[in-house]
């Protein structure tokens, strides 16, 4: 009978032990769980595709139109040996015909609406980015 009384607080030990990993295998997949809930309206909403779509309309027009002027002479960061970016091509560009700079304006403030979830004023800067372009 000794021996079934010692072996009754390891039973114990044993059984509490397993009670804490289920409870914290139960405890993460409820955190997994709600995790993925949260993250899923953010998602849902975003304008990030349409600002990659516009982005990319935005770029290929300043594209097309940076060669239909004819050569013009070096900048001084062309000559610093700066790599040209689509803000600073546009600066250049717009000076002859569209307004480039105001478009990408425009994409910046889409971006920071679809940062904060303000898909309204995303899909408004982006309307008026799109009106630029024709």
């Not at 039973?11 to 995790?35: F, M, P, Y």
């Not at 040996?81 to 000076?95: D, F, K, M, N, W």
């Amino acid at each position: 009978m000794s021996a079934d009384i010692h072996d009754v607080p390891k039973t114990r030990i044993a059984e509490q032990a397993k009670d804490r990993s289920v409870t914290s295998t139960a405890k993460c997949r409820i955190l997994i769980c709600i995790l993925l809930f949260a993250v899923s309206p953010a998602h849902a909403g975003s304008c990030e595709p349409s600002i990659a779509r516009v982005q990319a309309r935005v770029d290929a027009a300043i594209e097309q139109n940076a060669g239909s002027h004819g050569w013009q002479p070096e900048s001084l960061d062309a000559t610093r040996s700066y790599q040209p970016t689509p803000r600073s091509l546009a600066t250049v560009e717009g000076s002859y015909s569209h307004d480039f700079t105001a478009a990408l304006d425009s994409l910046d403030r889409a971006r920071d609406a679809d940062r904060i979830g303000d898909i309204g004023t995303c899909k408004r800067e982006l309307a008026r980015a799109q009106a630029m372009l024709r």
